[in-house]
Structure formats: structure tokens, C-alpha cells
Nanobody, 119 residues
């Protein structure tokens, strides 16, 4: 089993930047693609960025060109650089391993890190 600890969230003005980190326990981290997800109250959790085991990336249209996902397998950590933030990016952000192309994930969810963007 792998556990995740997300950090780096906070309050930022529109147009600002944040860098989120997700530290994973366990030595099998580098066997999985990783994703950053976000959720707002009353809505389903959505996948916003995905990085494969070898570093290939995919993004939701809503964040493309503004967010960059990366990973450091030696540190068992995945990052999300968020630039040009908008109020609609406000959410609780989580990381996890996507189960193939489905909406399911491999591991239990961590606590997440809150991102709040003020207008």
C-alpha cells in the first residue's frame, strides 16, 4: 500500500502561482502513473493532470498551458506547478495513481491540500 501526503496549498490572488507537492510512502511509487485531482464541495473529484512512469504528461483542458505536472522517482514525489491561477481553480487538491484510463484510483486518498484563489 502507498500513502500520500499533499502539501503546498494556500491562499493566493488571481494570477498568482503555487507549487503543490505529493510525497508517497513505499518503494513502488515509480511503478505507477500519477495524477493530480481536485474537488470542490458538491462536485465530483476531477483529474486535472497526469504524469506517466516515464514523464509523459496529460492535462484537463481547463488547466492546459497553466499547470505543469512532474515527478521525481528518486524522491517518491510528484509536483504540480500552478501558474496564472483563477478563482475557479479553488479546490481541495489530491494526488493518486489513476487506474488505467478509468476514473478509479489505485490507492486510498490522502488528506489533500487546499488551494484558494481570490479574485
Amino acid at each position: 500500500q502507498v500513502q500520500f501526503v499533499e502539501s503546498g496549498g494556500g491562499l493566493v490572488q488571481a494570477g498568482g502561482s503555487l507549487r503543490l507537492s505529493c510525497a508517497a510512502s513505499g518503494s513502488i511509487f515509480n511503478l505507477y502513473a500519477m495524477g493530480w485531482y481536485r474537488q470542490v464541495p458538491g462536485k465530483q473529484r476531477e483529474l486535472v493532470a497526469r504524469v506517466s512512469r516515464d514523464g509523459n504528461t496529460n492535462y484537463a483542458d481547463s488547466v492546459k498551458g497553466r499547470f505543469t505536472v512532474s515527478r521525481d522517482n528518486a524522491k517518491n514525489t510528484v509536483y504540480l506547478q500552478m501558474n496564472s491561477l483563477k478563482p475557479e481553480d479553488t479546490a481541495l487538491y489530491y494526488c493518486n495513481a489513476p487506474l488505467g484510463s478509468s476514473s478509479l484510483v489505485v490507492f486510498s486518498w490522502g488528506q489533500g491540500t487546499q488551494v484558494t484563489v481570490s479574485s
